[in-house]
């Protein structure tokens, strides 16, 4: 059975290997510093980054933290929640192609690109397995709760989900991205850039089946 601390050290370890992947946008963080010539556009290139990443793990976990108030059909909306990241990975996995709306977004609304990249690329729902892991590890007896309780408990664990995560994710990204701009310089992207899309969706394609198998088992 799954522990309480390995579902959050999940929710730490996918937020870090959010951030050091190229697609969640530090190369951008880096570029507005360059751009600006001063390091504290890349502070605010980050932030921006972390708000729109933050949003969207709370767009995506809270309709699920909703339904977890069905208690009696916990069970399937934890398999159904898998079977979604999983086909999610496999088109990833196929496709491997950015969607066009993303060049057209403007490097002035970085906040609202970093949202929509998240959801488009899934980050967000590799969270959910996770978190609806954690809602069935919760030790009170739901069924025995009132839904108030049971919204309110959903609601603040979602909001630590999204937070944990997305804190995660920009010191990830965040220390890759100084690094770069105070040292490693643009030769290192020219020469060490690495292209993770397709581990990204076998990524996803392992946290689904993990999912699947914990809400079976």
Known sequence: MTSTAGLWLAVVVSGAYHGLNPGMGWPLAVSSALMEQRQ????????????GHFVAMLGVLLPFALMAVLVDYQKEIRIGAALIVIAMGLYIAITRRHPRMLSRIPPSKLALWSFLVALAHGAALMLVPIYLGLCGLDELDAGHRAVSEIMATNGL??????????????????????????????????????????????SLILVGVLGLWSALG
């Not at 504290?40 to 708000?51: F, N, P, Y």
């Not at 220390?175 to 701009?181: E, T």
């Not at 490693?184 to 060490?192: A, E, T, Y």
């Open 157 to 202: 664990l979602v909001l630590a989900v999204a937070a944990i995560h997305t804190a995660a994710m920009i010191l990830g990204g965040g220390l890759l991205a100084y690094a770069v701009y105070r040292w490693l310089g643009l030769q290192f992207l020219s020469r060490s850039w690495f292209n993770l899309e397709l581990i990204w969706a076998l």
């Open 40 to 51: 504290s556009a890349l502070w605010r290139a980050l932030a921006a980054l972390a708000g």
